[in-house]
């Protein structure tokens, strides 16, 4: 006997055992149970055949559906991971972990979807440049393989643009939180998207105009209260539309966004530009709205800023849309502030 089969006949009599105390006076009728072999089968080949016997809980006839016999409007898988080829702006290209939500509808009579399909779907194109529309071929095989109506992809990541220091002149390289989505209806009508996370100073107005008065009246040094603040920028677009126009569309209406290598006289700058560009969070979503609505690539957009308070113990916050009819809402929701880092 060899070693395997001696150990699945030690197996074999310690299920005995078992089952007789499980049993127990029933057993002796019981006699012909084969206890399973509870070793890996590592020669298993697998054919056509073998996986046509498989079960299909999905499509068999037990893929009853609970609850509510209703369509889905949107399942799928969320956070897998992958490196994706991005084109950049300039022409050249660059590989970036990225986080993969993709999502289809599901129609009532259904149990349910091949979530590995979705994978699939999207790893076929893996090795592509990725860009927005790119997004559209993908969903189009996601249309193909599991056969649905309206699916969705979001592709989320940290953009690196370099930015050059205000006075010393160093560079480093700022990162972005950036979300590309996609969106395609049962009528092949294809939606592009661009969420945008932008990371800005906020010097509060009021409390500079307080500081100034404590040491003009009173000879008293004061230090007016600003804050780490970002506004979420979403765009909805038809041409081409890069990261790098919406990043400097931010800058140009905010200017004070923070900074990754200082000395002390960008430290300095820094100062001084704080204190030209005071803004309240209304002041942010409005200097945002003058610079979006006045790009003509942009169909339409929504712009969620949030001033994460250094005086107070709670955040000020501010949500604008361009108003288009059907377009993006202005309604505020815990999720888009928790996802973001506009806590």
């Not at 012909?32 to 046509?52: A, C, G, K």
């Amino acid at each position: 006997m060899s070693n395997q089969e001696q150990t699945q006949a030690n197996n074999a009599g310690t299920s005995d055992v078992v089952a007789r105390e499980i049993i127990g006076d029933d057993y002796s009728s019981t006699s012909s149970y084969s206890p399973p072999i509870r070793t890996y089968d590592r020669n298993l080949t697998v054919d056509e055949e073998y996986v046509s016997s498989l079960p299909d809980l999905q499509n068999g006839p037990s893929s009853l559906i609970q609850g509510a016999s209703v369509a889905i409007q949107q399942v799928g898988i969320h956070n897998f991971r992958l490196p994706l080829t991005y084109k950049k702006r300039d022409g050249s290209t660059i590989e970036l972990e990225t986080s993969v939500t993709g999502s289809v509808s599901l129609e009532a009579h259904k149990k349910g979807i091949n979530m590995s399909r979705i994978m699939r779907s999207f790893y076929a194109h893996k090795d592509e440049t990725f860009s927005t529309n790119k997004i559209k071929e993908v969903l189009e095989t996601y249309k193909e393989n599991l056969m649905c109506f309206d699916s969705q992809i979001m592709l989320k990541t940290s953009y690196p643009i370099k930015q050059t220091s205000l006075r010393s002149n160093l560079e480093g390289y700022q990162y972005y939180d950036v979300v590309f989505e996609g969106k395609l209806t049962r009528e092949g009508h294809f939606e592009k998207y661009i969420h945008f996370d932008f990371v800005y100073s906020s010097a509060c107005p009021c409390s500079f105009e307080l500081s100034e008065h404590a040491e003009k009246y009173r000879n008293r040094a004061a230090v007016p209260h600003s804050q780490r603040s970002v506004a979420r920028v979403s765009v909805n677009f038809d041409e081409i539309f890069w990261v790098e126009d919406l990043q400097e569309l931010c800058l140009a209406a905010l200017q004070t966004e923070t900074q990754v290598i200082v000395k002390r006289e960008d430290e300095q700058a820094f100062a001084e530009m704080n204190a030209s560009y005071l803004k309240f969070v209304e002041d942010a979503v409005r200097l945002l709205y003058e610079k979006l609505s006045n790009e003509p690539k942009i169909k339409d957009f929504k712009i969620v800023a949030s001033h994460n308070e250094s005086l107070h113990s709670h955040n000020a916050i501010s949500v604008i849309v361009k108003g288009v009819k059907n377009g993006f809402t202005a309604a505020v929701t815990r999720d888009v502030f928790e996802s973001t880092g506009l806590r």
